[in-house]
């Protein structure tokens, strides 16, 4: 496997995860229901800091999804060799 094609897989799993943190962040901490249908309330026991942990992990894949699509639109010379300089190995 490419180190390309492994930058597109990591995409695909990273939005995949970006969406679903998302929604479940929305829900958590902005959406109105009924107390019994939720995770822990901010600040309460079971969450992280105050917040849930889908909070966390929306960052956390936001920042997957930045370093795998800056390393998608990194410029390489037509040798292979990437324009930073530095060795590829195979």
Avoid: N, W
Avoid at 23 to 41: K, N
Avoid at 47 to 68: D, H, K, N, S
Wanted: with cysteine; aromatic share 14%; net charge positive.
């Amino acid at each position: 496997m490419t180190m390309k094609r492994s930058l597109k897989v990591i995409l695909a799993i990273a939005l995949f995860g970006l969406f679903f943190s998302g929604y479940l962040s929305y829900h958590e901490v902005f959406a109105t229901v009924p107390p019994a249908a939720t995770c822990p309330s901010i600040g309460r026991p079971g969450t992280v800091f105050g917040y849930p942990a889908c909070v966390y992990g929306f960052f956390m894949y936001l920042a997957i999804v930045t370093v795998a699509a800056l390393g998608l639109r990194r410029k390489s010379d037509k040798d292979g060799v990437p324009a930073h300089g530095l060795v590829r190995f195979p």
